[in-house]
């Protein structure tokens, strides 16, 4: 693949130049491969990915499904966004569950409080195969977690799904080499040189629509391993567990059990732009239990097959 002709730096701003990149690489992987399929939780940074590949194949309708691989342990208000985006798109949405993979015997049940987030890695590979995906968009950050600092921007796993971070093909000056070997598929991410900032400037900048828990609003919750977890359906508290109600919102979405809310007084998008420009820790790091089950948490996940 060639690079992108991009606008003049004095023209264009930090925000053109990212969007236009973007772009480039979500109709370059549309072009080389034969049956692609973007990755859609209804996250953000997903949110983000998807206004993009409206921009890109406009006026036309995507030329690919969205697909979320859903834990079943999900904030009610990111499933609504979800499936209204989706729908506003006119994308075609899939939806692999885990528990269906529970069902099948091919992974074990953790119980109904235990934790299904690892468990995604065997839905999501077996919805590539069934569906005969040989690419996936992603909305994954280099600045997210160190494990995704060391991926390229297109992802090569082969026929088992997993990630070699020594066997990756370089990407110099923009440069990218997207043919799919046989049994293999590739991840793009087109987001990957974006800061969790430039995500939400670039949400302001195209007044784009978000779930609302990204939003502070008063909410029940629990201190649990140093986070605020929303009590309900996945979070019940123990009997030496004080409720409280504060007013929070959330950096990330994930599953309900495992993302933390943080203290904030961001209301608006000005406001959040205003509190991520002086934070000093990224929204993974800050908020997601699934990230802390040791140094190598996402890296390991990520050689099994997870996004």
């Known amino acids: 693949m060639a690079p992108t002709p991009l606008q003049s730096p004095k023209t264009a701003s930090h925000l053109d130049l990212l969007e236009s990149h973007a772009i480039f690489i979500l109709r370059e992987v549309a072009a080389e491969c034969e049956r692609p399929v973007l990755l859609f939780s209804g996250g953000k940074d997903s949110a983000v990915l998807l206004h993009l590949a409206k921009k890109a194949f406009a006026p036309q309708q995507l030329p690919f499904p969205v697909m979320h691989i859903d834990t079943g342990q999900n904030f009610q208000e990111v499933l609504d966004f979800r499936d209204a985006a989706a729908a506003k798109a006119g994308a075609r949405l899939i939806v692999a569950k885990v528990q269906d993979s529970i069902d099948q015997g091919k992974v074990s049940d953790p119980g109904p409080m235990g934790v299904r987030n690892r468990l995604q890695s065997v839905t999501l590979l077996d919805a590539i195969n069934d569906n005969k995906f040989d690419a996936a968009f992603g909305g994954a950050r280099r600045d997210e977690d160190?494990?995704?600092?060391?991926?390229?921007?297109?992802?090569?796993?082969?026929?088992?799904?997993?990630?070699?971070p020594r066997a990756q093909r370089p990407e110099l000056w923009q440069l990218y080499q997207g043919?799919?070997?046989?049994?293999?598929?590739?991840?793009?991410?087109?987001?990957?040189?974006?800061?969790?900032?430039d995500v939400w400037e670039y949400i302001a900048r195209e007044n784009m629509e978000l779930p609302s828990i990204y939003f502070?609003?008063?909410?029940?919750?629990v201190l649990r391993d140093n986070m605020w977890l929303g009590v309900g359906e996945w979070v019940v508290p123990s009997s030496d567990e004080k409720i409280e109600v504060r007013?929070?919102?959330?950096?990330?979405v994930g599953d309900a059990n495992l993302t933390g809310a943080v203290d904030?007084?961001?209301?608006t998008i000005e406001k959040?732009?205003?509190?991520?420009?002086?934070?000093?820790?990224?929204e993974r790091g800050a908020t997601r239990a699934d990230d802390r089950f040791s140094e190598t948490a996402m890296e390991d996940r990520k050689r099994e097959g997870y996004f």
């Open 272 to 282: 959040i732009i205003d509190e991520i420009s002086i934070a000093n820790l990224s």
């Open 264 to 267: 904030s007084d961001a209301d």
């Open 247 to 252: 007013t929070v919102r959330f950096r990330t």
């Open 216 to 221: 502070a609003h008063e909410r029940h919750v």
């Open 146 to 164: 160190k494990a995704r600092a060391k991926e390229r921007i297109l992802s090569f796993r082969d026929a088992f799904g997993q990630w070699d």
């Open 179 to 197: 043919k799919v070997n046989a049994g293999e598929h590739l991840r793009a991410f087109p987001l990957s040189d974006w800061t969790e900032l």
